[in-house]
């Protein structure tokens, strides 16, 4: 939906936050005692999200510093809908199997970035067309905030990849800050409802306007990829049985699956039974990463043993497979599995070699 850019300031913000306290969980970025990494924690007070603090990444690489804009830390709003552990079923001593029935609370993400916003749409398509019953109950109760990426960093590439540094859909609200003020715009039906609350916001003038899309055109031309998505799977599958070069790409490769963890996405699990004596045992679904050796590992023997493998699988995933079967790119440029990656691999680069190296 198309909505009017309205303009506020700083305490605009904290009224919008305000406004959902005791109402919701909100879930927004914050550093926690002792930790150094931005997180997506729950948060009790405005206040709690960082503020004169910028994020430094590169491939292998993170640290905060001193600043006035941050990206993201490893965290995703993916642990809120798809998180690391999850009860499924109890069977009871007479074999009664009971499934847990999920209520979940209302969330509020708060403050999140497009990219993030964009995994959520990801997520839609891949646990709404297998009815994840977890996911479908929360994804119901959730009103995403969303703050326009004005300084992309060196790891981004949501331009690429249509996540950003824009919100342009699935999102209630977008703010920006620019120049000492605050832009809001309404994405939804429920956020122009919000919005409607904030009675000191008023239209933004053509010059603001002017000025925001200025802004973000070069925001977007720094979270640029030097490759194109356009016929991308096909390019990559030309390459499918080139046993030497997914060797090459992935010579670097730990199989930590860091990357799996951290990217927004990925939604890879597996069950085991938790057994409590001789009382119940519970079925328990967890994350898997497509690095973990077992994950390909079936009565018959292994059909992806080596590492090169594991990584050609993860790459095709996300830009050929997804995209096949749900018409959507299964990477959103957030760059976290190039920040987080202990051996500095840029997924940027080998897609480009993989795809025949055109930008």
């Known amino acids: 939906m198309k909505s009017s850019i309205m303009m506020g300031a700083e305490n605009d913000l904290k009224t ?33 999200i960082p503020r004169g603090v910028e994020d430094y990444q590169e491939p292998g690489k993170y640290r905060l510093m001193q600043g006035n804009f941050f990206r993201h830390g490893f965290d ?7 998180p690391p552990t999850l009860k499924i079923v109890r069977v009871e001593k007479g074999l009664e199997i009971k499934p847990y029935n999920y209520d979940p609370k209302e969330i509020v993400f708060f403050g999140i970035k497009p990219c993030d ?33 004005t300084k ?53 003038s053509n010059e603001v306007i002017a000025e925001f899309i200025k802004l973000m ?17 096909e390019k990559l599958e030309i390459n499918i049985a080139n046993e030497n070069l997914w060797k090459e790409l992935s010579e670097k490769c ?35 990463s497509c690095f973990t050796y077992k994950y390909a590992e079936v009565a018959g023997g292994h059909f992806r043993p080596e590492i090169w ?31 987080w990656c202990p051996a500095g691999i840029d997924i940027r680069e080998n897609v480009k070699k993989a795809s025949g190296g055109c930008k």
Not at 158 to 176: H, K, L, S, V, W
Not at 255 to 283: K, Q, W
Request: glycine share 6%; with cysteine; hydrophobic share 35%.
């Open 309 to 339: 493998a594991m990584y050609r699988q993860w790459m095709l995933h996300k830009f050929s497979y997804w995209k096949k079967q749900f018409d959507i790119f299964g990477c959103v440029g957030c760059g976290r599995c190039i920040t």
């Open 152 to 204: 992309p960093g060196k790891t981004c590439f949501c331009a690429t990849m249509r996540a950003g540094p824009r919100i342009t859909e699935n999102f209630d609200i977008a703010y920006t800050r620019i120049n000492g003020k605050v832009l809001f715009e309404a994405g939804s039906v429920k956020g122009e409802e919000i919005l409607k609350g904030l009675e000191t916001l008023k239209p933004a």
């Open 254 to 288: 730990l199989a930590c699956g860091n990357c799996t963890m951290v990217c927004p996405t990925c939604f890879c699990f597996d069950i085991y039974d938790e057994s409590h004596l001789d009382e119940y045992v519970d079925r328990v679904r967890y994350w898997d």
């Open 16 to 48: 919008l936050f305000n406004k959902f306290k005791g109402k919701a969980m909100i879930i927004g970025p914050k550093i926690p005692d002792g930790e150094i990494a931005i997180r997506y924690c729950e948060l009790n007070n405005y206040d709690e």
């Open 117 to 149: 916003a964009a995994a959520i749409r990801v997520m839609d398509k891949t646990f709404t067309w297998n009815k994840d019953a977890y996911y479908n109950a929360q994804r119901e109760k959730i009103t995403i905030i969303v703050e326009n990426c």
């Open 76 to 82: 995703s709003p993916k642990r809120y809908l798809h």
């Open 217 to 233: 055109d070069e925001a977007y031309e720094k979270a640029k990829a030097q490759f194109t998505t356009i016929n991308l799977p």
